[in-house]
């Protein structure tokens, strides 16, 4: 039993059609802002604990960075990444108008 009868259409949204060099700029940097999420991640998920050992001869407030890193620093700056990312976001939406309603 087929889900749709053949011969019917999808209901479409009332929305208004979105240009296509509009729809490509948008996802353009909706793109590139989550490209640059995923290597700050990598960086801070991987890379910072990669060079722990090197990172140790620094000192902050009697813990070495490497330790500090592993410990607090990268959650720190994952929380920091998503209210960051949230708001470009929303900026991103906002410039293009497709922003959510409150």
Not at 57 to 67: C, D, M, Q, V, Y
Request: no cysteine; net charge negative.
């Amino acid at each position: 039993m087929p889900f749709v009868e053949s011969g019917a259409e999808p209901a479409r949204s009332g929305g208004a059609a979105v240009d296509g060099a509009v729809a490509r700029a948008y996802w353009q940097k909706t793109s590139s802002l989550m490209w640059l999420m995923l290597v700050i991640w990598a960086i801070f998920g991987f890379g910072i604990h990669f060079f722990a050992s090197s990172l140790n001869a620094i000192k902050i407030l009697g813990f070495p960075l490497g330790f500090y890193m592993a410990a607090q620093g990268s959650l720190i700056v994952f929380v920091l990444m998503l209210f960051w990312f949230a708001r470009r976001q929303n900026a991103i939406d906002a410039e293009f108008g497709v922003e959510e309603e409150e």
